[in-house]
């Protein structure tokens, strides 16, 4: 598995090269900034993402931390403008 370092390098590369990340780019920012396990991203668009929670437990969490995510995933993707959390696998 890809150090962070390397992962963050790579994104960071391609955003400089006008490429902008993919999914999969962002879902493993998500993994390193989150450290959580029980959410992932469920979908990009419009510069919301979306991400799925498995609990609603884990939903509050997350909502209670939202403002302190967004900051961190917009300093590796600047086009994210705003978070959105749901309950489910999808």
Do not use: H, Y
Not at 3 to 27: A, L, P, T, Y
Not at 34 to 60: H, Q, Y
């Amino acid at each position: 598995m890809d150090s962070i370092k390397n992962i963050v390098s790579g994104v960071m590369g391609r955003m400089s090269s006008g490429d902008g990340g993919n999914f999969k780019d962002i879902q493993a920012v998500w993994a390193k900034v989150s450290g959580d396990k029980g959410s992932r991203v469920a979908d990009f668009k419009d510069g919301c993402l979306t991400i799925n929670a498995d609990s609603s437990m884990r939903l509050v969490r997350l909502n209670l931390n939202r403002e302190g995510l967004l900051k961190e995933l917009r300093q590796e993707f600047p086009s994210i403008v705003k978070i959105s959390f749901k309950v489910g696998a999808k």
